[in-house]
């Protein structure tokens, strides 16, 4: 049973780089074709798409974030990877990853809590 | 951008009674019109998939309608264990957007 699993520093400093992964178990992230995405959720606010990555294709971001955003994969470790740069307090946020979240194979991580603060 | 409007906001409903909430879409969107629930401190859980498509494995109370602009989703006979926030989500184009969610409160 695969299984989604987000990781990365629960505190950032504004100004600095938000580095988050989501490491694939229960199955090899290389295996069929999926859309692997990040969304992120401030506290007691809705959800909010961040971006996704094909399986070795392309990659898609909300304009919201500009050129901040950068989603990638890394096969050898099983892992998808999102980076945000510039960070300031409005990225503040539960961050979720997950695959084909809306299709009959979606699957959530349970979420990593990540706080921009000095 | 796509803006969807969830109605109501709060809902606060007995067991066994029937909710409705509603969706709308800023333009049309065909069928990628997507129902998620969301308990406290836990992720997302997918209820119907493109308008009206069950996901494994989710009780047969929820059922999802709609096309085009105007979407609903239904839990029939509500239980205790429903209490949580409802968000409709399309994907017909990018960026992909969520309404604002509908908690549902059970008296």
């Known amino acids: 049973q695969v299984q989604l699993q987000e990781s990365g520093p629960g505190l950032v400093k504004p100004s600095q780089t938000l580095s988050l992964t989501c490491t694939v178990s229960g199955g090899s992230i290389s295996s069929g074709s999926y859309y692997w995405s990040w969304f992120r959720q401030p506290a007691g606010k809705g959800l909010e798409w961040v971006g996704r990555?094909?399986?070795?294709?392309?990659?898609n971001y909300n304009p919201s974030l500009k050129s901040r955003v950068t989603i990638s994969v890394d096969t050898s470790k099983n892992q998808f990877s999102l980076t945000l740069s510039s960070v300031t307090a409005a990225d503040t946020a539960v961050y979720y990853c997950?695959?084909?979240?809306?299709?009959?194979?979606?699957?959530w991580g349970q979420g990593t809590l990540v706080t921009v603060s000095s | 951008e796509i803006v969807l409007t969830q109605s109501p906001d709060f809902q606060s409903v007995s067991p066994k009674e029937k909710v409705t909430i509603t969706c709308r879409a800023s333009q049309s969107i065909g069928s990628s019109l997507h129902w998620y629930q969301q308990k406290p401190d836990q992720s997302p859980k997918l209820l119907i998939k493109y308008a009206s498509q069950s996901f494994s494995g989710v009780p047969s109370r929820f059922s999802g309608s709609g096309s085009g602009t105007d979407f609903t989703l239904t839990i029939n006979s509500l239980e205790a264990e429903d209490g949580a926030t409802y968000y409709c989500h399309q994907s017909s184009s990018l960026p992909h957007t969520f309404g604002q969610g509908t908690k549902v409160e059970i008296k």
């Open positions: 990555i094909y399986t070795g294709e392309g990659t």
């Open positions: 997950a695959r084909d979240p809306y299709s009959s194979t979606a699957i």
